[in-house]
């Protein structure tokens, strides 16, 4: 059974920055590929950003250039480091994880980007 929690969540004005982060239970070299999904209110969730076992990247038109992904496998940590936040950022941040062809999915982090 794979556990993820995510941390890093809050409040930050319009133009400001946060990073998130998302802990796995596992061994995260393990897993094929991590990502980040996103739920705002009344929408349903999209997908943000993946990184997958091998380093490569995929981000949503709407957060390249701003969002960054990545991964330490010695602290079996996943980020999200989020620059230039937009009031249309605002939403309930997911991590998750693909291993032995199942997801599993974190408890979500709130974001709030105030303008």
């Known amino acids: 059974q794979v556990q993820l929690v995510e941390s890093g969540g809050g409040l930050v004005q319009a133009g400001g920055s946060l990073r998130l982060s998302c802990t796995a239970s596992?061994?995260?070299?393990?897993?094929?590929?991590m990502g980040w999904d996103r739920q705002a209110p009344g929408k349903q969730r999209e997908p943000v950003a993946v990184i997958f076992s091998g380093g490569r990247t995929n981000y949503a038109d709407s957060v390249k250039g701003r969002f960054t992904i990545s991964r330490d496998n010695t602290k079996n940590t996943m980020y999200l480091q989020m620059n230039s936040l937009k009031p249309e950022d605002t939403a309930v941040y997911y991590c998750n994880a693909e291993f032995n062809y199942q997801t599993y999915w974190g408890q979500g982090t709130q974001v709030t980007v105030s303008s």
């Open positions: 596992g061994d995260i070299f393990s897993f094929s590929r």
